[in-house]
């Protein structure tokens, strides 16, 4: 059983800072990328952030110089600090890991239930 769980959401003032945090757990073998996304209220799902095995990251348009990505791969952890919040980033923040398993199916895209961001103006 494979569990992502993301925690540090909350209510903050526009200009204000989140982090958002979330632990991977299971039987897993390697942890390949890593990433957050996010869904407002009647809107698709949309990437935020992906920070890969070695590091390399990648934004969307909409959060670049104020979001940024990190994992430890030693916990099995990703991060997402949000600065400079706007009201428009409201939505639920979900994390995302491809993983590979030990055991069947031995490959996994894996999602957590997410945390909701609300930031006021």
């Known amino acids: 059983q494979v569990q992502l769980v993301e925690s540090g959401g909350g209510v903050v003032q526009a200009g204000g800072s989140l982090r958002l945090s979330c632990t991977v757990s299971?039987?897993?073998?390697?942890?390949?990328?890593m990433g957050w996304y996010r869904q407002a209220p009647g809107k698709q799902r949309e990437l935020v952030a992906v920070i890969t095995s070695d590091g390399s990251t990648n934004y969307a348009d909409s959060v670049k110089g104020r979001f940024t990505i990190s994992r430890d791969n030693a916990k099995n952890m990703v991060y997402l600090q949000m600065n400079s919040l706007k009201p428009e980033d409201t939505a639920v923040f979900h994390c995302?890991?491809?993983?590979?398993?030990?055991?069947?199916?031995?490959?996994?895209?894996?999602w957590g239930q997410g945390t909701l961001v609300t930031v006021s103006s």
């Open positions: 299971g039987n897993i073998f390697r942890i390949n990328a």
């Open positions: 995302n890991a491809v993983l590979l398993l030990r055991v069947p199916p031995y490959a996994l895209d894996a």
